[in-house]
């Protein structure tokens, strides 16, 4: 039985990836991307399992997970302004090799 972190984190993804791919296909621009980052609620996940976050090894993916996605809401306008749009398929991919390495229900 997956723990109950899987479920809010990989909801989470589930989100954040289709918005990833609409803002490399030029579908939304930055700011409604930005706009719509700032809607995920990765701060509460990652307020409401901190301490098993810091104590579980176990959950180092979904932690990775998680600092991506708030890594983008709080840092998304310097890293396209230095890295480009392409920034988000870097991202994109490296959320859907975690996601992977997420137990199945």
Known sequence: ???????????????????????????????????????????????????ELKKDARLVYYLDALMILSSLQHELHFQVAEYGANVAKEDMRNLQELAAKFPKN
Do not use: C, G, T
Not at 5 to 16: F, T
Not at 28 to 49: G, P
């Open 1 to 51: 039985m997956p723990h109950p972190i899987n479920k809010p984190v990989s909801e989470l993804i589930n989100r954040a990836v289709p918005l990833m791919d609409a803002f490399m296909r030029d579908r939304i621009d930055e700011e409604q991307y930005a706009e719509e980052l700032n809607r995920l609620d990765v701060d509460s996940v990652m307020v409401a399992f901190e301490d």
